[in-house]
């Protein structure tokens, strides 16, 4: 008998622990989107690198300088990639020719490659132009280690602010709201 009253407390216990887990999650939740930026002197110049568009054309970052460039390394198999895709679309559709979009694919050759990339694309009718990161070189320049990753550059070519995970549409408006101000 004595068993069985120990064994209610210890699922009373653990019950109590996943409702207040679950509580504390759903508080503080919705403060995490602000919490994803991470900010950046001034002062650090945005690495260039070369990236290669659906032609197969070099394109470097400095070319995209003069304007505030969203600089979004993803890849098609990225869950958390997938579902900010809209935001992303939405935002460059309505600040085209005042934002640069540069959506960086981190194409490996293995788990992604430019035919997943470009499908990924067309079947869910994005208007963005997608830039590939064949050689890696880009995502090392940022040090990439976890996709999707956003950074915000400003006219001047500086580092304002990165976001790690999928941005929601009012944190993707966050971020540009720092590097662009109509």
């Known amino acids: 008998m004595q068993k069985n009253n120990k064994l209610i407390f210890l699922a009373t216990v653990l019950l109590l622990f996943i409702v207040g887990a679950y509580g504390l999650y759903q508080t503080l939740a919705p403060q995490s989107s602000q919490q994803q930026f991470a900010a950046h002197a001034q002062t650090q110049t945005a690495p260039n690198f070369t990236v290669y568009d659906e032609t197969g054309k070099a394109v470097q970052l400095q070319d995209f300088q003069g304007k505030p460039v969203v600089l979004n390394f993803w890849a098609s198999w990225c869950g958390p990639c997938r579902s900010e895709m809209p935001h992303f679309d939405a935002l460059q559709q309505k600040l085209a020719g005042k934002v640069h979009f540069l959506m960086v694919n981190v194409t490996d050759g293995q788990r992604e490659n430019v035919d997943k990339a470009t499908a990924f694309i067309k079947n869910n009718g994005y208007s963005f132009p997608i830039y590939f990161d064949k050689n890696l070189q880009a995502a090392t320049a940022y040090s990439i280690y976890a996709l ?35």
């Not at 602010?161 to 929601?168: E, H, I, K």
């Open 148 to 182: 999707p990753t956003t950074y915000f550059i400003d006219p001047q070519g500086k580092i304002v602010s990165q976001a790690s995970g999928a941005l929601t549409a009012g944190a993707l408006q966050t971020g540009v709201d720092m590097i662009y101000q109509p």
